[in-house]
């Protein structure tokens, strides 16, 4: 009977050491808006972990200037791919968007960063964009690349149509997209003042904000280990009585 209840016991013992390890690997998130570091040693008042894409982006408004500077991160779909991200004066959606998209041409390790008036999805030429955009660079870090820029925002406005997407360049030049959902829902109408529409208000840079979709899933962790615990003792107390 003694030697029962010892593996009996020892039973227990595994039991509770790989529910809590359960428990523990639940608390793990994902790297957010926040973790990034830039090398040009930018900063930015705001920041989002988008919702499609895995793409983040940081912004600063300032409504005194009326200007919008932001610093859009995505990993274009193979390493020569291509990233963009736009404003569309019109509507949340590609057609109208004003675009910049940065790739590398073909035969140099440079990123250029053009700019396109998408006025249809069959002809993408480079050409002015209704914004005046300035202070235009990019960047390249373990796959990601970054678009840094300074859009002019015309007076009055509150809120912005924000498009961004990724894909391959083929022979040189951006090509097609996907049409996936991830690619059709990268779409966002970004209030100036107040963030994304409909969305929490935003933590400043630094500090923690996730979108609901990117949101940790450590929020029971404690009570869930604390009923582990309390199921443990229970089983225990349970077995010297019996045993």
Request: hydrophobic share 40%; aromatic share 8%; net charge positive.
């Amino acid at each position: 009977m003694a030697s029962f209840r010892v593996v009996f016991l020892f039973v227990l013992s595994l039991l509770f050491v790989f529910t809590n390890r359960s428990t523990s690997d639940s608390t793990t998130t994902t790297s957010s808006c926040k973790s990034i570091i830039f090398s040009n040693n930018k900063t930015f008042d705001n920041c989002i972990d988008l919702s499609a894409l895995k793409a983040i982006l940081h912004y600063t408004y300032n409504p005194t200037l009326s200007t919008l500077s932001i610093a859009f991160t995505a990993r274009p779909p193979t390493p020569t791919g291509w990233i963009s991200w736009a404003l569309n004066p019109k509507d949340v959606g590609m057609i109208g968007a004003q675009t910049l998209v940065a790739y590398k041409p073909d035969n140099t390790n440079l990123i250029t960063i053009n700019q396109i008036n998408i006025k249809s999805y069959k002809e993408l030429v480079p050409g002015p964009l209704s914004y005046n955009v300035t202070d235009r660079s990019a960047l390249e870090s373990n796959g990601d690349v970054t678009i840094f820029a300074t859009w002019a925002i015309p007076h009055g406005e509150t809120s912005v149509n924000t498009v961004w997407q990724v894909g391959p360049v083929i022979n040189g030049k951006p090509g097609k997209h996907d049409f996936n959902p991830d690619n059709l829902n990268a779409k966002l109408k970004l209030g100036l003042v107040n963030g994304p529409a409909g969305a929490p208000a935003l933590s400043p840079a630094g500090a923690p904000t996730k979108t609901p979709a990117e949101a940790p899933t450590k929020t029971h962790s404690g009570s869930a280990q604390k009923s582990v615990v309390s199921v443990f003792m229970i089983l225990v107390v349970t077995s010297m009585v019996c045993f």
